[in-house]
């Protein structure tokens, strides 16, 4: 994966953002690497999960 990510962090929490963002590239790696079945569906509904703002029911 590429690091592209962290060249658009301000560089004063570059050092803290990349990473986070290695780590979360790893988890998500991770996760995709135990799933069997449908693993792109999964981490693509995974992403949308994660980003998406909660809506006020």
Known sequence: M???DC?????????????????LRQLRQTI???CSNAKD???ELMD??????????
Do not use: G, H, W
């Open 7 to 23: 060249r658009k962090v301000n560089e004063a929490v570059k050092p803290i953002a990349c990473m986070i963002f290695a780590q």
């Open 32 to 34: 995709y690497d135990c």
């Open 41 to 43: 569906a999964l981490c």
């Open 48 to 57: 949308t999960v994660l980003c998406t703002p909660s809506l006020d029911a």
């Open 2 to 4: 590429q690091d592209t």
